[in-house]
């Protein structure tokens, strides 16, 4: 079982940066494919990143070249690096576990990005 917990989301003006953290608890993250997924107002859940147990990394194709997923095993965390942010960027963002065997899913309770002037 695994307890998972967002923070570093907030109120940043178009062209800035911000870096989510997801740190988890009872397990090691070291097992699992990690993913970021955010939903905006009126909009679909989105799969914005993923991070294999291997650190293969795969993005949305409205996020290539500004945003970077990784993962610190030691400090059971993944991040989420978020760059030139622009308005449509705006959502909740979660952090997802998945593991690599018994595909057992966790998330977290997501964390507020919202990017405006």
């Known amino acids: 079982q695994v307890q998972l917990v967002e923070s570093g989301g907030g109120l940043v003006q178009p062209g800035g940066s911000l870096r989510l953290s997801c740190t988890a608890s009872?397990?090691?993250?070291?097992?699992?494919?990690m993913n970021w997924y955010r939903q905006a107002p009126g909009k679909q859940r989105e799969l914005v990143a993923r991070?294999?147990?291997?650190?293969?990394?795969t993005y949305a194709d409205s996020v290539k070249g500004r945003f970077t997923i990784s993962r610190d095993n030691a400090k059971n965390t993944v991040y989420l690096q978020m760059n030139s942010l622009k308005p449509e960027d705006t959502a909740v963002y979660y952090c997802?576990?998945?593991?690599?065997?018994?595909?057992?899913?966790?998330w977290g309770q997501g964390t507020q990005v919202t990017v405006s002037s």
């Open positions: 997802n576990a998945q593991h690599d065997v018994f595909r057992s899913n966790y």
């Open positions: 991070i294999t147990t291997s650190s293969s990394t």
């Open positions: 009872g397990s090691s993250l070291s097992i699992y494919t």
